[in-house]
């Protein structure tokens, strides 16, 4: 059975949670799981004036997506940050070329779920996820959220991310906050989540 955490990082914060999915999801027997992530769009110019070139170094190893790989998953975890509350360009334009993945229904009954990261509190992190299942509902995609039986995403102690849609952390006006171990916890047991429902779908 086969994992694919698809995402994209532009400071680390997208690719913290995508490690802790990782990390749930291999607990699952029999659950091959590789981090991939999305081209990049913009040039190393505009990475530079934002400050993003250092940052994305920590992941530079991970390998870059392509739409065909998308066949041979049976699991689909994707991690985007908000840009207003929808999912970030790269990301877009990867799914605008799935257009021939879509005609074949390549992707019909694969499991889909969502995470993801965004400035402020209430920066757009549900209405993100949301809008992203969307895209996976055209690809006849199963959506797997995070349940409520994680229940820290439930506490009021402390601010956090995470809601029943998928797992979110919040990076701060200048992405000086990363995940906490609640909002990492949360990944974790999403993929984890993912995976199982995966396993018994493959059998």
Known sequence: MKIF????????????????????????????????????TLSTEILTKMGAVETKKAFAKVPVCNVEELAEADAIIFGTPTRFGNMCGQMRQFFDATGGLWAKGTLIGKVGSVFT??????????????????????????????????????????????SPYGTSTIAGGEGERMPTRNELEAARFQGKHVAAIASKLAK
């Open 117 to 162: 990261s965004s400035a402020t509190q209430h920066g757009g992190q549900e209405s993100t996820i949301l809008t992203f299942h969307v895209t996976l509902l055209h690809h006849g995609m199963v959506i797997v959220g995070l349940p409520y039986s994680f229940k820290s995403q439930m506490r009021v102690d402390e601010i956090t991310g995470g």
């Open 5 to 40: 955490i698809v995402f994209y990082s532009m400071y680390g914060h997208v690719y913290r949670l995508a490690e802790a999915v990782a990390l749930g999801s291999r607990e699952v027997k029999g659950a091959d799981v590789e981090l991939k992530q999305v081209p990049e």
